[in-house]
């Protein structure tokens, strides 16, 4: 681990005193640029430097990339709520382009290597996944945008180059994640010391993920955001060969399967240790001391694509633990998604008790929600008298708080900013969803020994049975709605939230909806204005349908205030760079 933090901030070094005309069109790049790819050394250097344009706590602005404001979410943010307008600039498109421009030196300087291409040929398939990746998430932030595949100067056409189509960014980032994964070394071919770096399962996890997002897109949403090309959008141009969605499904389930079976990944299960916590602990951990277990990152074979942080090298230094906390506190939906360990649901299932008293909730439920959702100054579960609804103030006011990516001991094991834990873009979770759901959408049903394979697996750690076809019946259950309610639920705050919403063409539907928090009929709220003072709740409060009948809970942000429309599925063009290039036309609606 230490080895590649140690090549990355040698690599930054190496770099920093000529950033700007490496980044910039100053002719002097060239030079310098053809005065140091001489080596296999000098390319991996190069393409070390890229893993610092993956997501990651440092990579993003104020935590961006974690699903804050959704419907699952107890804090109202204006994405959510379809508050975005034309921002003047967007960090994230120009330094998306500054590293595709990276990249494409790197790719360029490959070509013209006068030595054995068999000896670069590793950082040549790197730097055509991160080509891969960077497109993909210009794709799904804005739709189509011009295609990076040169460096270009002054005088250069892609200057002033009109966007291409979403379906031509597509089929430029399946182009290069295919030439990426020929020549990846596989994990089990990484050294220890470098894991982190890109491996050949981890460009299959990503092609699945790209493939099923591309193809549910073009499914649910079509080309309703695309605009026409002439007068706003980038069109529906697609190049010739363009995949099907059958033909998207099934390589994406192929994909997947393929990880599954060969990448020698295993769901971080220390239940027994930890008091089954492993959804707590796998999100916080760095050393020893990160878990009453005492155990490390070196034991976590779970991730397949991310971030690394270092507390010695290279911290995460953002504000990730108090954001968490708040932030992250979850909505009415969300809660009421967990199970009870029978593998029913709260408004069906014997063992749910009810809400008579704050804790009651959680008992008998999938330890998720537990692992998730507790007191962070006590590490345990707010008891009778001790959560205190704060009112709704600034899109807040829900009172749970939330323990995902949360440091433990935080104050005296970690303290503001020195958080180091690895930031998860694709876990074996979801590589067993993009299987599950791929499966669906081929066949409309799973087997029960694809399920076991799959989807039951994630649910063994969170304390629930397996599920079977016969077991969905009598519960009055469908397994489509179970691999939805396990993406929510297991990918919580992975930065997936507003994409599947999207993807599936419902955030309309799904984030219009009032934003809600505790049930306060009925149970210890009820008339304790030390508990909840209901005057300092604006919007009041809202019937919720539980096992008990309806039941009043209190409304954080009212459905009249979210305005999500199918505009919102894509962002605005900043102002900055349409000024720049005029042949830029904004995204429909804005």
Same mark, same amino acid.
Request: a negative charge.
């Given at each position: 681990?230490?080895?590649?933090?140690?090549?990355?901030? +040698?690599?930054?070094?190496?770099?920093?005193?000529?950033? /700007?005309?490496?980044?910039?069109?100053?002719?002097?790049?060239?030079?310098?640029?053809?005065?140091?790819?001489?080596?296999?050394?000098?390319?991996?250097?190069?393409?070390?430097?890229?893993?610092?344009?993956?997501?990651?706590?440092?990579? =993003?602005?104020?935590?961006?990339?974690?699903?804050?404001?959704?419907?699952?979410?107890?804090?109202?943010?204006?994405?959510?709520?379809?508050?975005?307008?034309?921002?003047?600039?967007?960090?994230?498109?120009?330094?998306?382009?500054?590293?595709?421009?990276?990249?494409?030196?790197?790719?360029?300087?490959?070509?013209?290597?006068?030595?054995?291409?068999?000896?670069?040929?590793?950082? $040549?398939?790197?730097?055509?996944?991160?080509?891969?990746?960077?497109?993909?998430?210009?794709?799904?932030?804005?739709?189509?945008?011009?295609?990076?595949?040169? *460096?270009?100067?002054?005088?250069?056409?892609?200057?002033?180059?009109?966007?291409?189509?979403?379906?031509?960014?597509?089929?430029?980032?399946?182009?290069?994640?295919?030439?990426? %994964?020929?020549?990846?070394?596989?994990?089990?071919?990484?050294?220890?010391?470098?894991?982190?770096?890109?491996?050949?399962? +981890?460009?299959?996890?990503?092609?699945?993920?790209?493939?099923?997002?591309?193809?549910?897109?073009?499914?649910?949403?079509?080309?309703? @955001? !695309?605009?026409?090309?002439?007068?706003?959008?980038?069109?529906? $141009?697609?190049?010739?060969?363009?995949?099907?969605?059958?033909?998207?499904?099934?390589?994406?389930?192929?994909?997947?399967?393929?990880?599954?079976?060969?990448?020698?990944?295993?769901?971080?299960?220390?239940?027994?240790?930890?008091?089954?916590?492993?959804?707590?602990?796998?999100?916080?951990?760095?050393?020893?001391?990160?878990?009453?277990?005492?155990?490390?990152?070196?034991?976590?074979?779970?991730?397949?694509?991310?971030?690394?942080? !270092?507390?010695?090298?290279?911290?995460?230094?953002?504000?990730?633990?108090?954001?968490?906390?708040?932030?992250?506190?979850?909505?009415?939906?969300?809660?009421?998604?967990?199970?009870?360990?029978?593998?029913? @649901?709260?408004?069906?299932?014997?063992?749910?008790?009810?809400?008579? =008293?704050?804790?009651?909730?959680?008992?008998?439920? /999938?330890?998720?929600?537990?692992?998730?959702?507790?007191?962070?100054? @006590?590490?345990?579960?707010?008891?009778?008298?001790?959560?205190?609804?704060?009112?709704?103030?600034?899109?807040?006011? $829900?009172?749970?708080?939330?323990?995902?990516?949360?440091?433990?001991?935080?104050?005296?094991?970690?303290?503001?900013?020195?958080?180091?834990?690895?930031?998860?873009? %694709?876990?074996?979770?979801?590589?067993?969803?993009?299987?599950?759901?791929?499966?669906?959408?081929?066949?409309?049903?799973?087997?029960? +020994?694809?399920?076991?394979?799959?989807?039951?697996?994630?649910?063994?750690?969170?304390?629930?049975?397996?599920?079977?076809?016969?077991?969905?019946?009598?519960?009055?259950?469908?397994?489509?709605?179970?691999?939805?309610?396990?993406?929510?639920?297991?990918?919580?705050?992975?930065?997936?939230?507003?994409? !599947?919403?999207?993807?599936?063409?419902?955030?309309?539907?799904?984030?219009?909806?009032?934003?809600?928090?505790?049930?306060?009929?009925?149970?210890?709220?009820?008339?304790?204005?030390?508990?909840?003072?209901?005057?300092?709740?604006?919007?009041?409060?809202?019937?919720?349908?539980?096992?008990?009948?309806?039941?009043?809970?209190? *409304?954080?942000?009212?459905?009249?205030?979210?305005?999500?429309?199918?505009?919102?599925?894509?962002?605005?063009?900043?102002?900055?760079?349409?000024?720049?290039?005029?042949?830029?036309?904004?995204?429909?609606?804005?």
């Amino acid at each position: 681990m230490k080895k590649i933090l140690f090549i990355l901030l +040698a690599c930054v070094m190496l770099f920093s005193a000529c950033q /700007d005309t490496f980044l910039d069109l100053d002719p002097q790049d060239s030079i310098t640029e053809a005065a140091y790819y001489k080596t296999p050394d000098h390319f991996k250097a190069g393409t070390n430097d890229l893993y610092y344009g993956l997501a990651g706590w440092r990579t =993003t602005y104020d935590n961006e990339f974690r699903d804050f404001g959704t419907d699952l979410c107890g804090y109202a943010q204006e994405e959510g709520r379809g508050d975005d307008v034309v921002p003047d600039s967007d960090g994230y498109w120009t330094n998306t382009y500054k590293y595709l421009r990276k990249i494409n030196t790197i790719l360029e300087k490959a070509a013209e290597y006068d030595g054995d291409q068999a000896d670069i040929a590793e950082y $040549v398939a790197v730097a055509k996944f991160f080509r891969a990746y960077q497109h993909f998430f210009l794709l799904q932030r804005f739709g189509g945008v011009p295609i990076a595949t040169e *460096v270009p100067d002054i005088s250069s056409d892609v200057v002033s180059a009109p966007r291409n189509s979403r379906y031509e960014v597509f089929a430029q980032v399946l182009t290069d994640i295919d030439e990426a %994964i020929a020549d990846l070394p596989t994990e089990q071919q990484i050294a220890e010391v470098d894991k982190g770096k890109i491996s050949k399962w +981890a460009a299959e996890a990503f092609k699945a993920k790209a493939l099923l997002f591309e193809a549910t897109w073009e499914k649910n949403v079509g080309t309703t @955001t !695309d605009g026409d090309g002439s007068t706003n959008g980038a069109g529906s $141009v697609k190049p010739a060969s363009y995949p099907s969605f059958s033909e998207m499904i099934q390589m994406a389930n192929t994909l997947a399967k393929d990880v599954m079976d060969n990448g020698g990944y295993s769901l971080w299960n220390h239940n027994a240790e930890l008091d089954n916590l492993s959804t707590l602990y796998l999100y916080n951990l760095e050393d020893a001391g990160s878990n009453p277990a005492g155990l490390e990152k070196a034991s976590n074979h779970e991730y397949i694509l991310y971030s690394k942080y !270092d507390y010695d090298l290279y911290r995460g230094n953002q504000n990730i633990s108090h954001t968490a906390r708040g932030r992250l506190a979850p909505s009415r939906k969300l809660m009421d998604m967990f199970l009870c360990l029978d593998g029913k @649901t709260a408004q069906t299932s014997e063992q749910f008790l009810g809400y008579a =008293t704050c804790d009651q909730e959680f008992e008998n439920r /999938d330890y998720r929600m537990k692992a998730y959702f507790a007191d962070v100054d @006590t590490w345990e579960l707010f008891t009778p008298g001790t959560l205190v609804l704060p009112g709704a103030s600034g899109g807040a006011g $829900v009172a749970w708080e939330c323990r995902k990516f949360y440091s433990w001991n935080y104050g005296s094991y970690r303290n503001v900013k020195e958080e180091s834990f690895d930031y998860p873009i %694709i876990r074996l979770p979801e590589v067993y969803f993009i299987y599950a759901e791929t499966l669906y959408e081929m066949n409309g049903s799973l087997t029960d +020994a694809q399920m076991a394979e799959s989807i039951n697996k994630v649910k063994e750690r969170a304390g629930l049975p397996g599920i079977t076809n016969a077991s969905l019946a009598a519960n009055g259950m469908n397994i489509y709605d179970e691999i939805m309610r396990e993406r929510a639920i297991e990918l919580y705050s992975e930065n997936n939230r507003y994409l !599947d919403l999207k993807r599936l063409g419902i955030a309309e539907q799904e984030l219009n909806e009032a934003i809600c928090g505790p049930i306060v009929e009925g149970n210890a709220f009820e008339n304790n204005l030390a508990l909840y003072d209901p005057a300092t709740y604006n919007y009041g409060t809202k019937k919720i349908q539980t096992k008990f009948g309806l039941l009043d809970a209190v *409304v954080i942000d009212p459905a009249e205030v979210r305005n999500f429309e199918r505009k919102h599925y894509l962002f605005p063009l900043p102002i900055d760079q349409m000024d720049l290039n005029s042949n830029l036309l904004q995204n429909p609606g804005y």
